[in-house]
């Protein structure tokens, strides 16, 4: 069962489930932080309704600027706002920022440790029928290898929104991702978020699922299934993928001998890399990924997709099944 | 020396000095670049010792003037004029590129809180971007009242404009009329692979600028009082972003490597050095004791 403590939803396995997308909660998240604080501003690269965006430029006009389709420049600006005192969040697909200006990114930002916030929208292969090209699978692995950097997966509109208020009070450079679609209400206002702790959302002593991100719902969901071959999945929100809590998977990990990671990003270098890197350093044990295998994604409706290069619930399940049988 | 109080024959003298340094840098470094410093003394010594509104005496003051370093490699030329304008002592620049200094191969904002030196540079491009976060959280503290406000400066090497990133930046400081922004090009011609007109043609370059609604001064980068008049100009002009293109003579002082491309990124030998100072020493012909 879901962990008490935590205050998740209690419909959130319920095929009634709500869903919203998590981009909303980016946009939510800016109106309220652009009423608190008066140095919030938001940029955005001829993207402001689709990275909700444009909600905090109805609100605040004067805070909100609009780059055009030039991310490069986009991020550098930012930069400059950040070393004036300002807080800026740059909004766009994460395909472009960071994709497009990554080395605007790792200088001008990280390097110079810039208080920049950068938001990737349209993440992970369900962003559908636009295919590949707006597909963005490698985002954390060319984030997460940045010093200064903090990055972070949120689950669902709620962890979104608490996320964009947290990056706000962090000083330093940040990037987040969101998804197109609408996704599972996992979490509550009252489920606690803290930038770098991965939370522990179900119990149990045969197998960790580390997952991040709308995919979170979908472990879960695993979790429940496997409870029928009498295994207890142990279900972690790995949210922060840097810093990377370790502690927390390593003690899992010690506990159930065996893991898999479970992410809408390409298995190098993300979720599946942070993990593997933690546990080879300090509790090793058999590993299975479920995130794309080294390809391109392509178009095609969003549950296909994630039928298709096996990112459901059934694929966890084998893939469960799979790292047990490997325990030595 | 106060801001404000140098004559322009002070400043000559000033940057004469800062090129020595330059040269003395450099050679104990063994690695660098060489034109572009020199060539760009003269701007840099006019901006930070007598345009821009920063001193040592307030380090850290939200109301100093910001001025952006875009292609960072010419920072030996930065580094020389802060040490002479008081912000440590002249001894630290010998310490240029070495392990543990904060005189860093391309200059950085994170080691030295205490210095103006605003951003981080290198990969070109980037510079003008920043600048231009700069001036407009100015413009919105202006907006807001009671807030820090700043006039927002940009040197950038002609060489980079090959980038597109400075030209979104070029438009979009178009786009704003972004008047609290000033920008100076070193328009020595050379960059890494030959003429810049070789490599990539950018003129006419003037009109290029103004089709992107910036006002455009062009003066001789070696005349102090050019330089002045210049950003005093720019200062006034209320419609639109400037850009000062300082036409310069890359190695400037040093007349074996004056126009001459392949002094771009490489420093001078000990005894290229020697003849490189005796030739700064004379001063057009008068000694400057000190030095001797």
Known sequence: MLNPELHLNPH?????????????????????????????FVLTGDLAESTRAHLFQKAYPERFIECGVAEQNMMGVAAGLAFAGKIPFVSSYAVFVPGRNWDQLRVSVCYGNANVKVAGAHSGISVGPDGAT???LEDI???????????VVPCDYEETRKCTHALATHVGPAYFRFAREKTPTITTKDTPFQIGKTDVYREGKDVTIAACGPLLHEALLAAEELTKYDIEAEVLNCHTLKPFDEDTLAASV???GACVTVEEHQIIGGLHGAVAETLGRREPAPIEAIGMQNTFGESGEPEELLAKYGMKAKDIVAAAKKAIARKS | MAKGGTSVAELERVANTIRQDIIESLVEAKSGHSAGPLGMADVFTALYFKIANISPETRGDANRDRIVLSNAHICPVLYATLANRGYFPREELKTLRKLGSRLQGHSNNHAQPDIPIETSGGPLGQGLSQALGFAIASRENTRRGDQPSWHTWALLSDGELDEGQTWEAIMMAGKLNLRELTIFVDRNNIQIDGFTEDIMPLEPLADKFRAFNWSVIAIDGHNIRQIIEAADQARAIAENPT??????????????????????????????AKVALAELRTFAGHIVSEHE
């Open chain 1, 254 to 256: 010690k506990k159930t």
């Open chain 2, 243 to 272: 850009v000062v293109i300082c036409h310069t003579i890359p190695g400037k002082g040093v007349g074996f490597m004056e126009n001459r491309f392949e002094w771009h990124g490489k420093p001078p030998s000990p005894e290229e």
């Open chain 1, 12 to 40: 959130a396995l319920l095929p009634t489930v709500e869903k919203v997308p998590t981009r909303n909660g980016y946009g939510d998240g800016l109106v309220e932080l652009g009423k608190e604080n008066p140095d919030i």
């Open chain 1, 141 to 151: 692995a060319i984030t997460r290898v940045l010093p200064n950097i903090v990055v």
């Open chain 1, 134 to 136: 707006h597909q963005a």
